[in-house]
């Protein structure tokens, strides 16, 4: 597609469920980003994809946190046992090796009660 | 050593008047840094960037200027308007690694 897409754009979830957060990037970008935007705060990095290499998981705050990517194309974020803390936007964003710009998604809002 | 230090946390210009949003980092291996605009209920979006190579970039109304030595860079948007209200994040990394974001600043241009 034309940019990178994000499901579901809002999810309530109650404290203790799994949630599974969706992104398909940009067709050809090799690289794909997780981040968390808390509440009038900055972006946190999660983990990192690019292209076949193993993922660099060093932002994960722990290990409820995980996710998976296909290949070079649709990416999910698995948080299991939701705390209310987990309560952010999480955002995705793709880039190719070259350009180095990254383009983000609108974000999945999440939202533990 | 991996922080992006960003100030001012909030701003507020006058329409036409300049804005000017300041940044500093640790890492000197840093060789990439962008700044992105980000609208309420949107992703941020790539606004310009620069490579510690040259000390000044310019795009328009929006200029940055880079000091390699005092590890510091900076956002300058000339004649602000109103549309330019959004918050504003700076970011630094080095080849191979994730960006890593300031806390952001929110601009409001009152008109």
């Known amino acids: 597609g034309a940019g990178v897409s994000q499901s579901p754009s809002n999810k309530v979830t109650e404290k203790g469920k799994d949630v599974e957060l969706r992104c398909d990037p940009i067709?050809?970008?090799?690289?794909l980003y997780w981040y968390r935007q808390r509440l009038g705060q900055g972006l946190e990095f999660l983990i990192y994809?690019?292209?076949?290499?193993?993922?660099?998981k060093s932002g994960l705050p722990s290990d409820r946190f995980s996710a998976e990517r296909t290949g070079e194309s649709v990416s999910t974020l698995t948080i299991q046992r939701t705390q209310q803390e987990d309560s952010a936007v999480y955002l995705c964003?793709?880039?190719?090796?070259?350009?180095?710009?990254?383009?983000f998604g609108s974000g999945t809002r999440l939202t533990v009660v | 050593q991996q922080q992006v230090k960003q100030s001012p946390q909030s701003l507020i210009v006058q329409k036409g008047g300049i804005s000017i949003i300041n940044c500093a980092y640790e890492?000197?291996?840093?060789?990439?840094f962008p700044w992105y605009q980000q609208f309420p209920g949107k992703g941020p979006a790539l606004l310009i960037a620069?490579?510690?190579?040259?000390s000044e970039k310019k795009e328009g109304r929006f200029t940055i200027s880079f000091n390699k030595s005092a590890k510091q860079f900076s956002l300058h948007i000339m004649d602000s308007q109103p549309g330019d209200s959004a918050t504003y994040f700076c970011?630094?990394?080095?080849?191979?690694?994730?960006?890593?974001f300031g806390k952001g600043t929110t601009l409001s241009v009152s008109s």
């Open positions: 620069i490579r510690p190579d040259v």
């Open positions: 964003a793709s880039s190719d090796r070259v350009n180095y710009g990254y383009t």
């Open positions: 890492n000197t291996a840093f060789d990439y």
């Open positions: 970011a630094a990394n080095q080849a191979g690694t994730a960006l890593i």
């Open positions: 067709s050809g970008h090799t690289a």
């Open positions: 994809f690019q292209g076949n290499s193993a993922p660099d």
